[in-house]
């Protein structure tokens, strides 16, 4: 069996593909939030956030040989401990990273290393904010606001979790975008156009993230982008297709 940890868009078809090439797979999700992965017979699903421990327990339980970490760019805690654990049980682990898509060259493109760069770099404009990188890391966005008095915008996902997390930093009601993406670009155009947008903030989540469509509508309205940099990840091992990922269990980890 192959424990897949998932919960971005190519989990579905890298459980599909492993499971076609004879595994059975386990997709592991951090939430319940549902996430389609088919209905073949050798894919099924668990969720709920694992610690390390956590995770070396169902992989004995399950007689796991295998795990595949396909979990969001961003997940660096999530990818060690996983690291971490299949070096501790001396079993193969696999990781996909989807390919990036912001070329920094881009003058009204700025890099940060984290999200306190970012929040120092986003309010340096002097132009209200919409930051777009989720709900985890509101704090260092939100204590610039209040320093610089310039207005933020939170577009977070639509779970009362996320915007509670909004409420505690203090970011107003009005200011909260509830919703889930990918946006179009006409739709990001139509958000920087409704709170007077200078300045977005965001993640280099990559193409199925959504990030060509917000750096086209920051563009064509005028707006700099700030995005916050990927964890480092060894590039030696990470597969960027899902044919490469696939292939590298099927050298490694024949199915039996």
């Known amino acids: 069996m192959i424990l897949l940890l998932g919960g971005t868009s190519e989990t579905a078809p890298i459980a599909a593909r492993l499971a076609a090439a004879g595994y059975t797979v386990l997709v592991s999700t951090a939430t319940d939030e549902p996430l389609p992965v088919g209905a073949h017979p050798r894919i099924r699903c668990r969720a709920g956030r694992l610690d390390a421990e956590a995770m070396a327990a169902l992989i004995r339980s399950q007689g796991i040989r295998a795990i595949v970490d396909a979990t969001h760019p961003y997940a660096a805690t999530v990818r060690a401990t996983a690291s971490r654990v299949a070096r501790d049980l001396d079993i193969p682990y696999f990781t996909f990273i989807r390919r990036g898509s912001v070329e920094p060259h881009e003058p009204s493109v700025h890099l940060a290393a984290d999200h306190e760069k970012a929040a ?137």
């Not at 985890?136 to 204590?143: E, F, I, M, Q, S």
């Not at 990030?211 to 920051?218: H, S």
């Not at 005028?222 to 297709?241: E, H, I, L, M, Y």
């Open 120 to 256: 120092h770099v986003a309010f340096s404009f002097s132009r209200p904010v919409l930051l777009t990188s989720g709900a985890n890391n509101l704090t260092p966005y939100a204590c610039r606001a209040r320093e610089t008095g310039l207005p933020l915008v939170a577009r977070v996902l639509p779970r009362q979790t996320s915007i509670e997390a909004c409420r505690r930093v203090g970011i107003p009601e009005d200011r909260i975008i509830a919703a889930k993406g990918p946006f179009s670009v006409e739709e990001n155009r139509e958000h920087i156009r409704q709170f007077k947008i200078g300045v977005v903030v965001t993640k280099d989540s990559g193409e199925a993230g959504g990030v060509q469509a917000k750096l086209e509508a920051a563009r064509l309205e005028g707006c700099q982008v700030v995005v916050v940099q990927r964890p480092a990840v060894d590039s030696a091992k990470a597969c960027t297709t899902v044919d490469e990922l696939v292939a590298s269990v099927l050298r490694e980890a024949p199915a039996t």
